[in-house]
């Protein structure tokens, strides 16, 4: 296995709050896609999407990305094809009010053994009735764990076109980091769409089809809402 690391240098050109950061890149990514025929497709259909992103870095210490200075943000995929398209077409993208990219870096990931997995932006798990999974409206771990294997199982499956059957969750501790929900915003016209997250600390087991879920998770995001940034992770 292998997963494709795109990392992006942006040059803003307006100021950018941290709260509308992953709304502001996922919707330059977005446009990005639909300008090339071979992504299009990617762009318009509704399910697994196989990327993931995060934020903005360095954050400012007042949450607020200052215009005139540049940030890098990563864009992680299982399908290097993806990848490669979109490290042209984000540069192509100049008449973006917000920020451009100035220049991109591509890395191949070799799959490696994980001992632990953090989630650096919130990790969403819908509950049902347009809730998200919190301790404090569901607070059942054990769903959460089996929500978290099924979803990485789908994206594995998904891509590789490679069914799979676990004999047991790939997860085998995992350890909630926050006091409060997380979130992330995304605009809608003229009103906030709020997703509610947690981050964790996550060990996998060590066979070998724990750690495949384990790296589809660095490759394309934990849980839900990965295109609009939820779900990036790092490794130990």
């Not at 300008?35 to 007042?62: A, M, R």
């Not at 969403?124 to 959460?144: A, E, F, K, Q």
Request: aromatic fraction near 14%.
């Amino acid at each position: 296995m292998k997963y494709f690391e795109l990392i992006c240098t942006a040059y803003l050109k307006d100021n950018i709050s941290f709260k509308y950061s992953f709304d502001t890149i996922s919707k330059y990514i977005s446009f990005s896609m639909f300008k090339n025929e071979d992504i299009k497709e990617l762009h318009n259909q509704t399910g697994l999407k196989h990327y993931v992103f995060n934020s903005f870095s360095p954050i400012e210490k007042d949450k607020i990305y200052k215009k005139g200075n540049s940030y890098q943000f990563t864009i992680r995929s299982l399908d290097e094809k993806f990848i490669d398209i979109l490290s042209k077409t984000l540069r192509e993208n100049i008449n973006n009010p917000n920020f451009l990219v100035v220049e991109t870096h591509k890395k191949t990931i070799k799959q490696f053994l994980i001992l632990e997995l953090y989630s650096v932006t919130p990790v969403i798990l819908s509950i049902g009735n347009g809730l998200y999974w919190s301790m404090d409206r569901d607070g059942d771990m054990v769903r959460l764990i089996k929500q978290l294997h099924y979803n990485l199982e789908k994206k594995y499956q998904a891509f590789y076109k490679e069914p799979i059957k676990s004999e047991q969750n790939f997860i085998h501790s995992l350890e909630l980091k926050n006091k409060y929900p997380q979130s992330i915003y995304m605009k809608k016209g003229n009103n906030d769409v709020r997703f509610f997250g947690n981050k964790f600390r996550l060990i996998p087991h060590e066979d070998e089809l724990s750690q495949k879920l384990a790296f589809t998770a660095l490759a394309c995001g934990i849980g839900e809402k990965n295109s609009f940034g939820g779900g990036f992770c790092v490794w130990k």
